[in-house]
């Protein structure tokens, strides 16, 4: 079974720009979060879908954060415009809803560098 | 609300040697609680949990946490290091909520020294 998988794993960009990360969660995982770690401090929470609804959006930073997950499958986190202080890495994990096994299971994460 | 405090940002031990991780956290409800590693160049993964039980869990490496409800401490130990324990080890704490996420501590990063 393919754990969580995230594009890219590494992107450099300038202030400014756009970028789009991805989060392939685990087949049939209803659940997906997006977490991220800046600057060596903890990790934290920026939100999270049930299937393609944001259930929990209270960790997202400002408006410059935009997350979707198209059909329930895959999740896209946009960051438009990128600043400095949005360097860090940003994890992705998924989780199931039935039979009790909410453990969640992360992928290897995106690390984001603005120049 | 939910705070996770690790009071280590960096332990350095020498290979073979015992070293306990401190975390302690604080909620108003009942919470699980997890440690995650990162080994060098990967992503997070679960190394052990607490849901409920025995106090103490462990891990199929060699770790093993105790859950202390009175002094809201889970620290994570083990007796005898090997240099591929080498890693930085987050403590987290999870509400009983399937829809509950996730919050961290600073991280711990262990080095270990032949």
């Known amino acids: 079974e393919a754990g969580v998988t995230q594009f890219p794993s590494h992107s450099v960009i300038e202030k400014g720009q756009t970028v789009t990360l991805r989060c392939d969660p685990i087949s049939g995982h209803d659940n997906l979060y997006w977490y991220r770690r800046v600057m060596g401090k903890e990790i934290k929470f920026l939100l999270h879908f049930v299937k393609e609804s944001k259930q929990d959006e209270s960790g997202m930073p400002n408006n410059r954060f935009l997350a979707e997950r198209t059909g329930g499958t895959y999740s896209t986190l946009k960051v438009q415009p990128a600043e400095l202080e949005d360097s860090g890495v940003y994890f992705c994990a998924s989780s199931q809803s039935l039979g009790g096994k909410y453990e969640q299971y992360f992928g290897p994460g995106t690390r984001l560098t603005v120049t | 609300a939910q705070s996770v405090t690790q009071l280590d940002s960096q332990v350095p031990v020498f290979e073979e040697a015992p070293v306990e991780l401190r975390c302690n956290y604080s909620?108003?409800?009942?919470?699980?609680l997890f440690w995650y590693v990162q080994y060098p160049n990967q992503g997070l993964q679960l190394l052990l949990k607490?849901?409920?039980?025995?106090?103490l869990v462990e891990s199929i490496n060699g770790f093993e946490a105790e859950f202390n409800k009175s002094q809201t401490s889970f620290h994570l130990r083990k007796p005898s290091v090997h240099i591929s324990d080498t890693a930085e080890y987050f403590c987290a704490v999870r509400g009983y909520s399937s829809a509950s996420k996730i919050i961290f501590g600073s991280g711990t990063r262990l080095s270990i020294r032949p």
């Open positions: 607490y849901l409920s039980g025995s106090t």
């Open positions: 909620s108003s409800v009942s919470v699980y």
